[in-house]
């Protein structure tokens, strides 16, 4: 019997790779250089440029559900969330600004699934967590979705007249509805100086109204391309252009008040879901449904792409781990699999496997990849590709991929058309070094071998078929060392020896179909497990042919680690999933966790660490060599993660400075970093640490001296800057203890007022000044002069306070 | 074609489902709307011009038939007088009373692309193929050459003045002028750019101009754009790129914040003048809606206060409701499709079977085919012998036929356009049919406006001048004139409806005024007036056991007039009372002819383009709440359960776009149907147009 303990470990599930970057509309800041996007309950930046992720604005506990740039400082972005609160960040530091909590402000958007649009006052305050109080109902029974809400011209006169909100009931159109035509709303946008709404509508026609306030005489004028409902449309700044975008994946480019004239971008991938635009026009970005966003100029040139990790409808290959690059390999595109950087959270490309157009429209069968294994080396790739899921005509091919050197990437090798007479259930390869042989078992009864031909054309041919009393085969997989093959037929488990294909043995351990197969690994590589769907969980010894142990488990998924001997098993018992992890020689887990998630799970991989952790913890160390992660059905990617881990990603998220990655010129190199150290010389100004300025200065003639001439600024700015780092402070050349206690209080001051910037440098100018006073005075003297610097630094700070 | 005899589900009848009439609309070339009396004239390009009742559904009052080689370009009102001019270089006016022309003068500047008249109704300009613009003024009772504007090197296709009267603007090729009235001088001359690529050495045609009070000039030209002008610089505001094809036709709404244009592609764009910015007053002319209701070019449009109409070569005058004007929706706010005209060119001999269509330039008359046996209800019967055209009648002369009629008997057809009547007399022994012209013919009889026999073909009835009935005997011998009837008093507008009584006692007339007028036979005297309805007549008809004048007007609906007695009859009075059902009220054809069933008193029967309907004047009426259209769920009930859900109407939408629709004295009827579908296959080919997906 397996035993269970639950261990008071809880660990932390952390939610990684790829959350959805294309469920809000992404914005880009007002100088261009950014594109924040929410994405779970990050906030991610990029770079419009490298299409580089620089970091990301963590806080938010929840699905982060909407952002809008601070209307008042470009450099703030105020984001909302399911967890209830509004935050305002400076987005180039990272750092939060102000948390708000069950509050909104009138330019962010916040909702709840199906609540009301509801707009709320900012309180203005200092303090860092506010509770917003003043909220006022806009608008209720509208969508959730972002495109149907829009803001017109002069919201920032508080005017309620031009909050124009999607309702279908707003403008009634009861004379078109009646005729069954489709022409429900699906999106809204304002035109930003005329009082205009575009409206998009389920049957790819856009409309422009106008002399909306008018409940008869508005009018508006119709224009249709797109042939399936309009996704989203938006005006640019200037008002000039109109753009929309729908299934089609075509960004479409209106005129405004043109008619008819419109410029096309086609191919851009998945349909599109959002449009946005730069507050200059220059940039658009379109976020589509495979989980991309591309940015594109405004003279229509795509200029760059930022893929996460693409998510359709359901992943019907396995997650799979590419024995080369470490990369998560998974369906991406539709007839492609992708492949996604985990470590770096990161889409790597895309391998086209079916090879043809696929064509974005609703309702069309087209091929899709629905297998996919890779060998152990990572040199080959099978692939099964299937149209006609749905129909009675199936359709699919078997194709094998060669890795390519040279081109360092994947080329077909073999397409095999009729590799079975029904349906390919699933397949895999031996894992011996020496040949490479694939199995795949289909529904027609037979499992097939293929081997790699004896001729120098090394194309792909079938080697065996066997068959075993024309029962359906429901799993295969081979034994570590390759010279096991365990097919599984319905009830039965039949082990066969590849080398001269004779059936050695056959296992039963009715009742209930077996489900999942997997030989154990290293030590425990005389086991073979296997799951059946009445509930069990078994495990055989294969040297006694007998069965080890057994337990009443409902297993939706069993997981072998590679790398050592544990096997993870993901439950679903009463609507949610349990994890367990043990070693097939002992019926007891190393490590359970209940309720993971509310969902089932019928997707995981093991992928090796890049270097081993050295956990001694025992519940922990079946992490040590690779992490689990594991898909649910909502496609969720979720993993485990040790404390340890977690400390790692807060540290380094912190260590990165975003100056560092956007823009990093000689110019930058020499004057930012060298004002920066001013700075820390000026507000640390640190007596004790009475060393000379040699060091620093010799850094700023290092610079001088490495960068080339014709991007150095003038001399005289450089003179002035190369004389003041050879010179030595004149502050703290005093060794005394009133002047440690002073300073220290000093620094007291500094770090209240470390959140104003300006208030320090006005301090600084009056310590300046002190300081050359204090060489004359006497110590009483001193004394009072504190004194009265206090109580005039209070003053002074209220007044600055009250400037602005 | 072919004559399938099948018996309707509804009723017993057998019926005759000709459709053998090759009736061909004629294109719509020009459009005309007076605002103050609510009418719209429409020029075919036959040369025919129709007044069309604007707040009265539609209903075709007044056609004027044309000539041949008498082409229309253009139609304008000035008041009440209707003006147009055409190709052959005359102007002309029509007597609307009379249903005529009343005169045609020779403009002497070569064919004339288009007329205007001022809103003061003082004037009238031309424009010529010449190249001048001419000026007539407009007298009491003729229109008298005035002058000259200067004269240009090419034609003038569209003319428009402004409302002030002091200018005109013109479209020309490649260019447009603005003249000042007083002087004759042209102001500006503006050009128009030629298309691009290969179309640039094409000559852009100015096709429509419209000139707006505040002094914007707003052109549609061949290039397939709109353009904005403004007469005090003589420079272009604005352009719209409405279509790649032609833009044929302007028309600016009366009070200037709406304008639409018809193209070529069959589209009408209506442009508004609103403000961008709420509440502020600066407005531009934006591109609003789009109206597909043509398959051909459209010739003309005209944008009346609750709608816009458009027609064109494809025959049809659409009428689109602009529902941002209309207070209410009602049945009269309802896009109308007008196909045929609101009146019958169909003819039946009953008691021979013989058939008379009307055709713009002859007559054909068809004897319908036989069948036998009995099929089970809805199927079609198998034709024992085929119809058969006996006759094929030319008309003499250019001018195009008004009216005709065949006696019931089919021994006598009469014929009438706008200058003669001929009458003949068909002899048809076994296969041999000839036909004699009746030579000597009573001096009342040059013209007719609508011709009737008696139900015993001895006498004919001829609608002439002031709203007066000649009564002509006619015989084997000749015809003989008997006498005049006049009514006591009213309008003098032309009689559009005669209905004569089977018993030969009573002959009822309806003139365009709404006026009904009842004679008695006997004594040759007016019997009686029906009080006037605010809606014309479309059909009538006396009941041959009654006496009761039964009278369909154009809102739908109906009254029972007693002659006898000179008053509504119970029924009608409960008809009145109760208010018909609404998706009878809805209908947006009228109904074009009134029959009833000798063998059922209590039937009558009706029908317009899209139905056949028999009213049971002894059932309920129905009320909104009832199913109206209910012959699909009567057949499913049992026989009690019918009595209970039946109510007067039955309709029967069996047959489509029919022409006419008669019942024969041996219990048949005859539907003749003209297919639209038909009808679209004979119109010359459209511009092709790259649509998606084909």
Known sequence: MLYIYIYIYIYNIVRCGGSKVNLRPPIISTDSRFLLCASGDLVKVYSTRTEEWLHSLQGHTNQVTGIALNPANHLQVYSCSVDGTVKLWDFIDGILIKAAYECNCLSVIYQKINSPLVAVHLPKSAEQEVEAKEMSVVSSHISSNPSCTAFGRGVRAHSPLHIMTFEPCFFSLKATDKKGAKNAFTCIACHPTDDCIATGHEDGKIRLWRNFIHKKEYTYSTQHWHHNAVNTLCFTPEGTHLLSGGIESVLVQWQYGAGNRKEFLPRLGGSILHISVSSDGQLFCTSHSDNKITVIESSFKVCGVIQGLVKGDGVLTDLMIDPRSKALVLNGKPGHLQFYSLLRDKHLYNLDIVQQEYIYEAGLDQFEVVKAAFDIKGSWLATVEERGQKSSDLEFFLKLWAFDERTQSFVLNTTITAAHTDRIISMCFSSSKETTMLVTIAEDGQFKAWCQGADDQNFWSCDFVGSYHNLKPTNCSFSADSSLLAVSFQEVITIWSPETWEMLTTLCQPPGVIRDLCFGRLSCSKYLLGTTTRNLLCCWNLLTCALEWSSSVEVSKLQPDPLSENVAAFSYQSKHTDVFVFKPSEPRPLFTNKNVCSEKVHRAVFVPREEPLNNCDESSQWLNRSQLYFLTQNMDLLTFSTATEEDRILSSSKQLVIDDSVAVTPFYLLLGKHGQQQQKLNTQSHPAADKPQQPQGSVTIKELLHTPAHVLPAASVLCSMFVNSLLISNTGVQQDPLREEMDSEKEEEDSEEEMEACDSQQELRVQGSVDEVTLKLSKAQERELKRVRKTDFSWMAGLIDSKP | ?694
């Open chain 2, 1 to 694: 074609m072919m004559s399938t005899d099948l018996r309707s589900a509804m009723g017993e009848f057998k019926v005759h489902r000709v459709r053998f009439f090759d009736y061909m609309p004629s294109g719509i070339r020009a459009l005309a709307f007076n605002q103050d009396t609510e009418r719209m004239a429409v020029a075919r390009m036959d040369g025919s011009v129709e007044v069309f009742h604007c707040s009265d559904r539609f209903f075709q009052e007044k056609i004027i038939p044309g000539r041949e080689q008498f082409g229309i370009e253009g139609l304008s009102w000035v008041g009440e007088r209707l003006f147009s001019a055409g190709l052959n270089g005359g102007i002309t006016e029509y007597d609307l009373t009379n249903q005529k022309v009343k005169y045609t003068i020779d403009a002497y500047g070569g064919p004339i692309w288009t007329i205007a008249g001022n809103q003061q109704g003082t004037h009238l300009a031309v424009g010529c193929e010449d190249g001048t613009v001419k000026l007539f003024e407009v007298n009491e009772d003729n229109i008298q050459f005035e002058r000259n504007l200067d004269r240009q090197k090419s034609r003038i296709v569209s003319l428009s003045w402004h409302p002030s009267g002091s200018k005109i603007a013109a479209g020309m090729m490649d260019m447009i002028q603005v003249f000042n009235v007083e002087t004759g001088h042209s102001m500006h001359r503006m050009l128009a750019d030629r298309g691009v690529g290969t179309s640039r050495s094409k000559e852009c045609v100015v096709w429509s101009v419209v000139y707006l009070s505040d002094g914007t000039i707003i052109t549609g030209d061949s290039v397939g754009m709109v353009k904005l002008w403004d007469d005090q610089t003589g420079t272009l505001i604005k352009s719209h790129n409405v279509t790649k094809c032609d833009v044929l036709a302007l028309s600016v709404s009366q009070n200037e914040d709406s304008l639409v244009a018809g193209t070529s592609e069959g589209i009408v764009v209506q442009f508004q003048f609103v403000s961008m910015v709420l509440g502020k007053d600066d407005k531009e002319w934006v591109r609003t809606r789009t109206f597909r209701n043509h398959t051909h070019d459209i010739r003309a449009v005209a944008e009346i206060t609750t709608a816009v109409v458009s027609g064109g070569m494809d025959a049809q005058l659409v009428v689109r409701p602009l529902l941002d004007k209309i207070e209410e929706r009602s049945a009269a706010s309802a896009l109308r499709k007008i196909h045929f005209p609101h009146r019958r060119l169909v003819a039946c001999a009953r008691k021979s079977g013989l058939m008379l269509f009307q055709y713009p330039g002859h007559l054909e008359l068809w004897r319908l085919g036989e069948s036998e046996g009995k099929g089970i209800p809805g199927s079609s019967l198998f034709v024992k012998r085929n119809p058969e055209k006996l006759l094929h009648l030319k008309v003499k002369g250019e001018d195009h036929i008004r009216c005709s009629a065949v006696s019931p008997c089919g021994e006598w057809i009469v014929y009438s356009t706008a200058s003669t009547l001929r009458l003949y007399r068909l002899h048809c022994d076994n296969n041999n049919i000839s036909i004699t012209k009746i030579s000597k013919l009573p001096k009342v009889l040059s013209s007719a406006n609508q011709l009737c026999f008696s139900s015993d073909s001895s006498h004919l009835f001829s609608a002439s001048a002031q709203s007066s009935v000649h009564l002509v005997s006619i015989s084997q011998s000749g015809c003989k004139f008997v006498g005049t009837l006049k009514p006591k008093s009213g309008s003098h507008q032309a009689i559009h409806l005669l209905a004569a009584s089977e018993d030969g006692k009573w002959v009822a007339s309806a003139n365009s005024d709404h006026e009904v007028h009842i004679y008695n036979l006997q004594t040759r005297k007016a019997h009686c007036t029906v009080p006037i309805y605010s809606s014309a007549v479309t059909a009538m008809g006396i009941h041959p056991a009654t006496n009761c004048l039964f009278m369909m007007h154009a809102d739908q609906q109906m009254f029972e007039y007693s002659i006898e007695q000179k008053q509504y009859t119970d029924w009608s009075r409960t008809v009145q009372r109760k208010g018909l059902h609404r998706l009878w009220v809805e209908r947006d054809t009228p109904c074009l002819n009134v029959m009833f069933n000798p063998q059922n008193p209590s039937h009558v029967i009706l029908h317009d383009m899209y139905m056949l309907c028999i009213i049971d004047q002894s059932l309920p009426l129905p009320d909104d709440k009832t199913q109206f259209y209910n012959q699909l769920t009567l057949k499913s009930l049992t026989e009690e359960q019918r009595k209970s859900h039946s109510h007067a109407f039955k309709v029967c939408k069996t047959f489509k776009d029919i022409l006419c629709v008669e019942l024969m004295p041996d219990q048949s009827l005859v539907v003749v149907e003209r297919p639209l579908e038909d009808i679209a296959t004979q119109l010359p080919a459209p511009i092709k147009q790259k649509k998606f997906a084909t």
